[in-house]
């Protein structure tokens, strides 16, 4: 972008030093006289000269926008990507949370089972002990579960950023795109009135 600014930027320039009459002398050219550029073009009128340099930057211009159009496909294919990867994502987390939720009320049971075994002793060691290793277990999935939750959490704010960039990146590469598009408009507008 910053290379299609600064010839763009050269363009103007050129158009700004060189739209003004220059007193040349006798040269083995041709005699003295007032010409459109500094390099003595004694062989064509001012018209001739910006129809040809108008023509030749309005191609370039075109040229220009083409890159940007690729650019922006690019990105919104980017884009598009990383919307879909962060359904998926979002779906993971949903059904993460849905399976922790489903060991705790799985721990509360098993803890209420525990309770009713403590409370009566006589016949129910081997039970209570049962209990104990699934409320154990049941601790031990729970955890990893939140742990699974935690890291696809930190993989969905990764994700949201990098979203957020390709969005931002998106919408200068548009901003830009429109820019080129009106100057290569302008171009071929004075190209136009010079022909």
């Known amino acids: 972008f910053a290379v299609i600014k600064i010839r763009i930027l050269r363009y103007v320039r050129d158009i700004e030093g060189n739209n003004q ?5 006798d040269t083995p050219r041709g005699g003295g006289g007032d010409y459109w550029d500094t390099q003595w073009r004694s062989d064509e009128s001012k018209e001739e000269y910006w129809a040809r340099k108008g023509r030749r930057e309005a191609l370039e211009c075109q040229e220009y926008a083409q890159i940007l159009n690729l650019r922006v496909a690019n990105l919104t294919r980017q884009y598009e990507a990383s919307l879909t990867l962060q359904r998926a994502q979002a779906d993971s987390v949903s059904q993460l949370q849905g399976f922790v939720t489903e060991l705790i009320r799985d721990k509360t049971t098993l803890e209420q089972r525990l309770e009713e075994a403590e409370g009566s002793r006589e016949g129910l060691e081997k039970e209570m002990r049962e209990a104990r290793t699934a409320l154990k277990e049941a601790s031990d999935r729970e955890a990893r579960g939140k742990e699974s939750a935690r ?45």
């Open 21 to 25: 009459l220059v007193h040349v002398p």
């Open 151 to 195: 890291e696809v959490e930190t993989e969905r704010v990764m994700l949201t950023s990098r979203l957020e960039e390709s969005l931002a990146a998106t919408a200068e590469a548009t901003a830009l795109y429109e820019k080129e598009m009106t100057e290569a408009y302008e171009c071929k507008r004075q190209l136009k009135a010079a022909g």
